[in-house]
Structure formats: C-alpha cells, structure tokens
C-alpha cells in the first residue's frame, strides 16, 4: 500500500507488515490479547483513538477483541474476500492501516460484534489518573 510508505520509518518491520501489507500475527503472540489495564489502543502509525480498554474482552481466539470502537468513525470496514473466505477488514480511518477483521460472533448482550485486532496494529496508553 503506497499510502503507507511515510509510516516505514517509524514502524518496526513486523508493525508495517500488519499495518499496511495485510499481515497477520500468529494467534496468542500478541502483547495485548490477555492485557486488560484501564486505558485506551491508538494505531500504532498515526496515534488516532480506536478502542477503549472497557470494550476489550478475551474471546479465546488469540487476538486482542473488543465488542466496540472508541468512535464510529475511527475505524472503516472493507470487504475482504482474500484467503478463500469472506470477512470484513477493520482498518484505521486516518491513515488506512490494516487493524484485523470484525464479526458478528461476538457479546450478544453489547453490539453483538468481535473486533479481532493485531497487536502490532496497537499503541496502548493507559488512563491517566489524578
């Protein structure tokens, strides 16, 4: 993705990879599929808000999931028909990299949504406190 080539400099190989070659990190590799601090996830290349730490829930997949994003319009959805299977590709609507995928599959009892998101797509900050 052109569009990505002024994020190379700052991403670690494996970040640009996911980011903005439509990689994929192996399931429970991630630094944040079990991390559960109050705070929220940036994307890694631009630093726009994407999700926040009270949406996260531990789907057993192996990827960080959420049932939310922070904002409607921080993330855009895309169809994605690679690999043989029909998914919905999330992807950060500032700068257009690749975050993972979303599916219905996820709390009935929320949105019913499961944002299945690549680690190495997030910058986690915590919430700050007074």
């Known amino acids: 993705m052109a569009g990505g080539d002024k994020y190379k400099d700052k991403l ?13 990190e192996p399931p429970d590799s991630g630094k944040y599929n079990k991390h559960f601090s109050p705070g929220a996830y940036y994307c890694i290349a631009c630093g ?3 999700f926040k730490s009270d949406t996260k829930y531990d789907s057993g997949t192996g990827w960080p999931a959420f049932w939310d994003t ?3 319009e921080a ?9 043989g299977m029909t998914r919905t590709e999330v992807a950060c609507s500032n700068c257009g990299a690749h975050l993972g995928h979303v599916f219905d599959d996820g709390p009935a009892e ?12 997030l910058e986690f900050r915590p919430s700050q406190t007074s």
Do not use: H, M, W
Not at 12 to 24: A, D, H, R, S, V
Not at 75 to 83: A, H, K, N, Y
Not at 110 to 121: M, P, V
């Open 48 to 50: 726009q808000e994407l």
């Open 70 to 72: 922070a904002d409607s």
């Open 110 to 121: 929320k949105t019913g949504k499961r944002y299945c998101i690549n680690s190495l797509a």
């Open 12 to 24: 670690t190989p494996e970040q640009y990879n996911i980011c903005f070659l439509k990689g994929t």
């Open 75 to 83: 993330i855009r959805t895309v169809p994605d028909t690679s690999l």
